[in-house]
């Protein structure tokens, strides 16, 4: 069984400020980890993705996340925020469940408002 | 950029009636997947097809839903009998294979049940 905890519903950051959004996961296989984005009455994005090798992953827009087995965390940060970062980030996590599928599991997501 | 596209963008039902969404999935996709996003909850895995077959299915996937590839690009779901519960925006993903590809999702169908 897997599950993904994001804390805070919903984060603010200045424009320039770091960003950071938190994601923990459990899962009883080995995981991959991934991070969307959904802007306004769009769907799901891809941002980045750890599977395995590299423990810290870039993705798109200057994001990136750290890979932390030990904390089971894979949180995503950004050094200076956009104003068009301001999104819902969603964290997911998937992994071989013995049923020939690798479903996603994702968290309630994170709604990131930059403020001017 | 190949994309899942997905059609329509909006469908309004009435209660007990059936409706398809229709997903077009990346052309080299071996794997089709089904979410849902109920206003304001998180994104809910419905089913995996693989191979002209559902390889897992979730428990809100009951009876009453059904997916099916009718030809070499289509990806249906069909729920047959709408309940209003039902009202969600539905997405469809397609990734090339398992092993932690990533899935790459369309736009969504908002499907409003009244």
């Known amino acids: 069984a897997q599950s993904v905890t994001q804390l805070g519903s919903h984060v603010s950051v200045s424009e320039g400020a770091l960003v950071l959004l938190r994601c923990n996961y459990s899962?009883?296989?080995?995981?991959?980890l991934f991070w969307y984005v959904q802007y306004p009455n769009q769907g799901l994005q891809l941002l980045l993705k750890y599977t395995t090798g590299a423990t810290l992953v870039k993705g798109i827009n200057g994001f990136e996340a750290e890979f932390k087995k030990s904390e089971t965390s894979f949180h995503l940060t950004k050094p200076s925020a956009h104003m068009s970062d301001a999104a819902e980030y969603f964290c997911a996590v998937s992994g071989y469940s013995g049923a020939g599928s690798y479903q996603l599991t994702f968290g309630k997501g994170t709604k990131l408002s930059v403020i001017p | 950029e190949p994309e899942v596209t997905q059609t329509p963008s909006h469908q309004v039902t009435q209660m007990g009636q059936e409706v398809i969404l229709r997903c077009v999935p990346i052309s080299n996709h071996l794997y089709f997947y089904w979410y849902r996003q109920i206003l304001g909850q998180k994104v809910e895995f419905l089913v995996s097809f693989y191979n002209n077959e559902i390889s897992e299915k979730s428990e809100i996937f009951d009876d009453q839903f059904s997916v099916e590839r009718p030809d070499g690009s289509n990806f249906t779901l069909k729920i047959r009998s709408t309940k209003l519960e039902d009202s969600a925006m539905y997405f469809c993903a397609s990734s090339e294979g398992p092993g932690g590809g990533p899935q790459f999702f369309g736009p969504g169908t908002r499907l409003t049940v009244l």
């Open positions: 899962s009883s296989v080995p995981p991959y």
